[in-house]
């Protein structure tokens, strides 16, 4: 499955594999690939991030507002310069429009390891695109992390894969009963309910 993301020059493309997440950005003068394994990847604590540039939203406010008052005043045109001063103000008002524009950001950032975050953008190239790309991202790591750490083996010692269950429960990939169950089972090395001792 693939995501595919545009903004302006930026493009981004996800691409979910077998065991990792593969990451394309590229723009006018450069690209790069990023793969991150499914393990360094935590789609349960998932953050919503919105930003906008305050100082260039106030400043294409105060010059729209300018050259709104100055194209609205027919007295304005009467003398020499003042067509030229409202080219001027709707020149930096665009500017700085476009500029708010290029630096807010409305995305979700889904944690990994090392405290590092993938950014995603929102609605792009649609909400339930997204949406579908985000659930089968978290279905996949799930599975994948069921598949190579919740398997239980008697012959390997049991601190480590406790640790592994134990990881996978606060990663919420397994619930407190499958824990528990798991867990019951590694402990007691597939005796069941048996007891230990002698028969007469």
């Given at each position: 499955?693939?995501?595919?993301?545009?903004?302006?020059?930026?493009?981004?493309?996800?691409?979910?594999?077998?065991?990792?997440?593969?990451?394309?950005?590229?723009?006018?003068?450069?690209?790069?690939?990023?793969?991150?394994?499914?393990?360094?990847?935590?789609?349960?604590?998932?953050?919503?991030?919105?930003?906008?540039?305050?100082?260039?939203?106030?400043?294409?406010?105060?010059?729209?507002?300018?050259?709104?008052?100055n194209i609205l005043?027919?007295?304005?045109?009467?003398?020499?310069?003042?067509?030229?001063?409202?080219?001027?103000?709707?020149?930096?008002?665009?500017?700085?429009?476009?500029?708010?524009?290029?630096?807010?950001?409305?995305?979700?950032?889904?944690?990994?390891?090392?405290?590092?975050?993938?950014?995603?953008?929102?609605?792009?190239?649609?909400?339930?695109?997204?949406?579908?790309?985000?659930?089968?991202?978290?279905?996949?790591?799930?599975?994948?992390?069921?598949?190579k750490y919740a398997?239980?083996?008697?012959?390997?010692?049991?601190?480590?894969?406790?640790?592994?269950?134990?990881?996978?429960?606060?990663?919420?990939?397994?619930?407190?009963?499958?824990?528990?169950?798991?867990?019951?089972?590694?402990?007691?090395?597939?005796?069941?309910?048996?007891?230990?001792?002698?028969y007469k």
């Amino acid at each position: 499955m693939k995501l595919s993301q545009r903004k302006l020059f930026l493009k981004r493309e996800y691409t979910l594999g077998k065991d990792s997440l593969t990451i394309r950005t590229s723009d006018l003068t450069s690209s790069e690939t990023l793969k991150i394994p499914y393990e360094d990847i935590d789609t349960s604590n998932l953050i919503e991030r919105k930003q906008t540039d305050n100082i260039l939203l106030v400043i294409t406010i105060v010059f729209g507002v300018f050259f709104l008052i100055n194209i609205l005043n027919p007295d304005n045109y009467e003398q020499d310069g003042l067509l030229g001063v409202a080219i001027f103000l709707f020149f930096v008002a665009l500017v700085s429009a476009f500029l708010t524009y290029v630096k807010s950001k409305n995305v979700t950032l889904i944690p990994t390891a090392k405290n590092g975050y993938i950014e995603v953008l929102k609605n792009k190239p649609s909400q339930s695109q997204f949406d579908n790309f985000i659930m089968e991202l978290s279905n996949r790591i799930a599975s994948f992390l069921r598949s190579k750490y919740a398997n239980i083996d008697l012959d390997l010692p049991i601190e480590p894969q406790l640790l592994n269950l134990a990881w996978l429960k606060d990663r919420e990939v397994i619930s407190q009963k499958e824990f528990e169950k798991l867990k019951s089972d590694l402990t007691n090395k597939g005796r069941g309910d048996n007891p230990v001792g002698f028969y007469k």
